[in-house]
């Protein structure tokens, strides 16, 4: 196990980039204990010169390497947690990093693929895109005499390793800060890492983000607008993922787009189309459609890449989420306003009335006008993205109109009558299981009631040898959390307190 010592030395290097940066320059003094007070006071003496403009929270979180450029994009989704403004800051952060050399990329491949790289690629070139956790190339694989191009993903080198270390680190700060601060517990921050970690615990083993590939592609299938590349599977392992190269126009180049005379409003309905039809239709969904992981293909088909980050939604959230954009197209608010109440989304002490009152009041505006504000349609960054993508090539778009007969679709196939039919025929095997369990159920409830009886007649027993062995487990505890505490006071309450101000 990793020392307090060594978790807070490695911290004080990221307090020295953040002091560096100028990060703490924005914070109120009167706002900070006076233990941070003084380590603002010696942070602004080692702010270098030219730190005091400009975004210097992302500055400071791109220097510190992977893990910090990850926790400040996975931080840009949780305005509950640095504020609205904050968030929106991070959203800036750019996932480009100088590639690593191209002769440890081929190690990587001839390792991962147990062959030599010229056995697996008749052509392999330089990297062409780099980000945090892996790296872009072009190659070639012949087959039957004919070549293809394709696109091969490497996983950086020791990226796992370095991680882990960062990711310690960020655990141990929001153990300390739930420990101590109600703040803290409120914001849930060991259960924001522990979101982050499994994310990135997902995106580097690239035989899952494959899959992902091979879900969507037999998902969408039959769509006329959208699709994704073929994967390559046997040039794809944990550490390399082999595609098919997509030739197209990405989405992020108005100006190839505009040359080739695309119809950009009918390019807007597509994204938006596509994505409802994804996350109502199969509740499976691209959670990162920026304008660069999509493209336009000859046939005027979307095509997405990087399926690194996936969402996903169960039968009950598609209802919820379909049953609220149906009631705002038909102007229904007092639906919107229960479903809000079924779905456990508002307190049941507010009245659904108020509430109704309240949706009208952003429901209307928003028809009235030809544009919509993005923040307010369906309360998901995902949608918010998409709908801002759609919008670059639409200023007018009406977002109902277009979504209209994708919900409609599906409320009409999943909450009509076959709907309905096939949800009780799930019901019942449901509680067929239910049922099958319930003597094991019981069993364990019995046992746990009885220790229960045991320990209140008896009381709870522990030898001295235990009690002795956690009153000196207690006071090491407490002798290092509190140096543990004195010395990110110092940094990381000025930190917290420079998100909400930036």
Same mark, same amino acid.
């Given at each position: 196990? /990793?020392?307090?010592?060594?978790? +807070?030395?490695?911290?004080?290097?990221?307090?020295?980039?953040?002091?560096?940066?100028?990060?703490? %320059? &924005?914070?109120?003094?009167?706002?900070?204990?006076?233990?941070?007070?003084?380590?603002?006071?010696?942070?602004?003496?080692?702010?270098?010169?030219?730190?005091?403009?400009?975004?210097?929270?992302?500055?400071?979180?791109?220097?510190?390497?992977?893990?910090?450029?990850?926790?400040?994009?996975?931080?840009?989704?949780?305005?509950?947690?640095? %504020?609205?403004?904050?968030?929106?800051?991070?959203?800036?952060?750019?996932?480009?990093?100088?590639?690593?050399?191209?002769?440890?990329?081929?190690?990587?491949?001839?390792?991962?693929?147990?062959?030599?790289?010229?056995?697996?690629?008749?052509?392999?070139?330089?990297?062409?895109?780099?980000?945090?956790?892996?790296?872009?190339?072009?190659?070639?694989?012949?087959?039957?005499?004919?070549?293809?191009?394709?696109?091969?993903?490497?996983?950086? *080198?020791?990226?796992?390793?370095?991680?882990?270390?960062?990711?310690?680190? #960020?655990?141990?700060?929001?153990?300390?800060?739930?420990?101590?601060?109600?703040?803290?517990?409120?914001?849930?921050? +060991?259960?924001?890492?522990?979101?982050?970690?499994?994310?990135?615990?997902?995106?580097?083993?690239?035989?899952? =983000?494959?899959?992902?590939?091979? !879900?969507?592609? =037999?998902?969408?299938?039959?769509?006329?607008?959208?699709?994704?590349?073929?994967?390559?599977?046997?040039?794809?392992?944990?550490?390399?993922?082999?595609?098919?190269?997509?030739?197209? /126009?990405?989405?992020?180049?108005?100006?190839?787009?505009?040359?080739?005379?695309?119809?950009?409003?009918?390019?807007?309905?597509?994204?938006?189309?596509?994505?409802?039809?994804?996350?109502?239709?199969?509740?499976?969904?691209?959670?990162?459609?920026?304008?660069?992981?999509?493209?336009?293909?000859?046939?005027?088909?979307?095509?997405?890449?990087?399926?690194?980050?996936?969402?996903?939604?169960?039968?009950?959230?598609?209802?919820?989420? &379909? !049953?609220?954009?149906?009631?705002?197209?038909?102007?229904?608010?007092?639906?919107?306003? =229960?479903?809000?109440? !079924?779905?456990?989304?508002?307190?049941?002490?507010?009245?659904?009335?108020? #509430?109704?009152?309240?949706?009208? &009041?952003?429901? =209307?505006?928003?028809?009235?006008?030809?544009?919509?504000?993005?923040?307010?349609?369906?309360?998901?960054?995902?949608?918010?993205?998409?709908?801002?993508?759609?919008?670059?090539?639409? *200023?007018?778009?009406?977002?109902?109109?277009?979504?209209?007969?994708?919900?409609?679709?599906?409320?009409?196939?999943?909450?009509?009558? +076959?709907?309905?039919?096939?949800?009780?025929?799930?019901?019942?095997?449901?509680?067929?299981?239910?049922?099958?369990?319930?003597?094991?159920? &019981?069993?364990?409830?019995?046992?746990?009631?009885?220790?229960?009886?045991?320990?209140?007649?008896?009381?709870?027993?522990?030898?001295?040898?235990?009690?002795?062995?956690?009153?000196?487990?207690?006071?090491?505890?407490?002798?290092?959390?509190?140096?543990?505490?004195?010395?990110?006071?110092?940094?990381?309450?000025?930190?917290?307190?420079?998100?909400?101000?930036?």
């Amino acid at each position: 196990m /990793i020392s307090a010592t060594t978790h +807070i030395a490695r911290l004080a290097r990221a307090g020295f980039v953040f002091a560096r940066e100028g990060v703490f %320059g &924005a914070v109120d003094p009167s706002l900070v204990p006076p233990p941070g007070q003084l380590a603002l006071k010696i942070a602004r003496l080692i702010e270098r010169r030219g730190a005091k403009s400009g975004q210097r929270l992302t500055r400071a979180l791109t220097r510190m390497g992977p893990a910090y450029l990850k926790l400040g994009q996975f931080l840009a989704t949780r305005p509950d947690v640095v %504020g609205v403004f904050m968030a929106r800051d991070l959203e800036s952060l750019q996932d480009r990093l100088p590639p690593f050399p191209q002769v440890e990329a081929e190690a990587v491949i001839a390792a991962s693929l147990e062959r030599p790289l010229a056995q697996a690629f008749a052509s392999f070139g330089p990297a062409v895109a780099a980000a945090s956790i892996a790296q872009v190339h072009r190659g070639e694989v012949e087959r039957d005499g004919v070549r293809r191009a394709v696109a091969v993903k490497v996983l950086r *080198p020791n990226v796992a390793a370095r991680f882990r270390r960062d990711l310690a680190d #960020f655990f141990f700060v929001a153990h300390q800060a739930e420990a101590y601060s109600a703040e803290a517990r409120r914001l849930r921050l +060991i259960e924001v890492i522990n979101t982050m970690s499994r994310s990135v615990a997902i995106e580097m083993d690239l035989r899952l =983000e494959a899959a992902a590939l091979s !879900e969507m592609a =037999e998902n969408t299938r039959g769509d006329p607008d959208f699709r994704v590349p073929a994967v390559d599977w046997d040039r794809t392992t944990h550490n390399v993922l082999t595609m098919e190269w997509i030739d197209g /126009i990405a989405l992020s180049d108005h100006a190839r787009l505009e040359q080739a005379r695309i119809d950009l409003p009918d390019l807007g309905r597509k994204v938006i189309q596509s994505f409802l039809r994804h996350a109502l239709r199969d509740g499976f969904f691209h959670a990162d459609m920026h304008p660069g992981n999509l493209f336009l293909d000859e046939e005027g088909r979307l095509v997405a890449v990087d399926f690194g980050i996936m969402g996903r939604l169960g039968l009950k959230e598609r209802r919820f989420l &379909a !049953e609220i954009l149906l009631g705002f197209i038909t102007r229904d608010y007092r639906r919107v306003a =229960e479903v809000h109440f !079924e779905a456990g989304y508002v307190p049941q002490h507010h009245s659904v009335e108020n #509430f109704a009152q309240a949706i009208r &009041a952003i429901g =209307e505006p928003i028809h009235n006008r030809t544009g919509t504000r993005p923040e307010l349609i369906l309360l998901q960054k995902t949608m918010v993205v998409v709908e801002g993508v759609a919008r670059g090539f639409d *200023p007018k778009l009406d977002i109902w109109k277009i979504a209209d007969p994708v919900v409609r679709e599906w409320i009409e196939r999943n909450l009509g009558p +076959i709907g309905r039919i096939e949800s009780a025929l799930g019901g019942a095997g449901d509680l067929a299981r239910v049922l099958a369990g319930l003597p094991d159920v &019981a069993g364990r409830a019995v046992a746990v009631i009885e220790q229960l009886e045991v320990m209140t007649r008896e009381g709870l027993t522990l030898s001295p040898e235990t009690i002795a062995a956690m009153g000196r487990t207690e006071g090491r505890r407490s002798r290092w959390w509190t140096l543990a505490l004195w010395i990110i006071a110092g940094t990381f309450i000025a930190i917290l307190v420079a998100i909400r101000q930036l």
